[in-house]
C-alpha cells in the first residue's frame, strides 16, 4: 500500500459536498467515483485538514468522510445521504503511537443496492497495520438537487 505522503490528494470536484474542504484524501484503492467501474472499492488514506488524533470521534468521522463505494460503479454524480451508521471500534483509542498528522486508512466496498438503498462495510487502518475500527452504514442513493 502506498503512504499517503507518495500520494497526491484528492482534488474536490464541483458535485462534492462543501465538508470535503476539511479533509485531506489521499486515493489509493479502487476506481474513482462515476467511473462506472466493475465493482464498489474504495478507500485511501484520510485525515483533517487540521491535524486531529484519532479517537473515537474522529474515527466515527472518518468511517463516514469517503466518497460512497457505490460511486465507483456509476457514471453520474449522485448524493448519497447516510441512514444509518454503526461503528465498531476494535482497540482503545487513541491507539499506541498515534500522532495528530496520521492519516487512517479507509477500505470500503458495498456488495448490495437495491430500490435506491445500499450497505456499504468500512475498515479503518492506522498506519502501522493495526485495525481501528469496522463501520456499517446504510444509504440512499438520489440524483443531485438539480439534475434531470
Same mark, same amino acid.
Request: proline fraction near 14%; glycine fraction near 8%.
Given at each position: 500500500?502506498?503512504?499517503?505522503e507518495?500520494?497526491? /490528494?484528492?482534488?474536490r470536484? =464541483?458535485?462534492?459536498? /462543501?465538508?470535503?474542504d476539511?479533509?485531506?484524501?489521499?486515493? $489509493?484503492? #479502487?476506481?474513482?467515483p462515476?467511473?462506472?467501474?466493475?465493482? !464498489?472499492?474504495? @478507500?485511501g488514506?484520510?485525515?483533517l485538514a487540521e491535524p486531529?488524533? !484519532?479517537?473515537?470521534?474522529?474515527?466515527?468521522?472518518?468511517?463516514? !468522510?469517503w466518497p460512497?463505494?457505490?460511486f465507483?460503479r456509476?457514471r =453520474?454524480?449522485?448524493?448519497?445521504?447516510t441512514l444509518?451508521?454503526?461503528?465498531?471500534f476494535?482497540?482503545?483509542?487513541?491507539?499506541?503511537? $498515534?500522532?495528530?498528522t496520521?492519516?487512517?486508512? #479507509?477500505?470500503?466496498?458495498s456488495?448490495l443496492?437495491h430500490? #435506491?438503498?445500499?450497505?456499504?462495510d @468500512? =475498515?479503518?487502518?492506522s498506519?502501522? @497495520?493495526l485495525?481501528?475500527a469496522?463501520?456499517?452504514?446504510? $444509504?440512499?442513493?438520489?440524483?443531485?438537487p #438539480?439534475?434531470?
Amino acid at each position: 500500500m502506498p503512504l499517503p505522503e507518495d500520494l497526491p /490528494p484528492l482534488a474536490r470536484a =464541483e458535485t462534492m459536498p /462543501p465538508f470535503f474542504d476539511h479533509w485531506d484524501h489521499r486515493p $489509493a484503492l #479502487g476506481a474513482p467515483p462515476f467511473s462506472g467501474a466493475d465493482e !464498489a472499492f474504495t @478507500g485511501g488514506w484520510m485525515r483533517l485538514a487540521e491535524p486531529r488524533i !484519532a479517537d473515537a470521534l474522529l474515527l466515527t468521522a472518518v468511517s463516514d !468522510a469517503w466518497p460512497p463505494a457505490p460511486f465507483a460503479r456509476v457514471r =453520474e454524480p449522485m448524493t448519497a445521504p447516510t441512514l444509518d451508521l454503526t461503528v465498531h471500534f476494535r482497540r482503545a483509542l487513541p491507539a499506541p503511537g $498515534a500522532r495528530d498528522t496520521d492519516h487512517v486508512l #479507509g477500505v470500503f466496498r458495498s456488495r448490495l443496492a437495491h430500490e #435506491g438503498f445500499f450497505g456499504e462495510d @468500512g =475498515e479503518l487502518w492506522s498506519r502501522n @497495520g493495526l485495525l481501528l475500527a469496522q463501520s456499517r452504514q446504510l $444509504a440512499m442513493a438520489m440524483p443531485l438537487p #438539480g439534475a434531470p
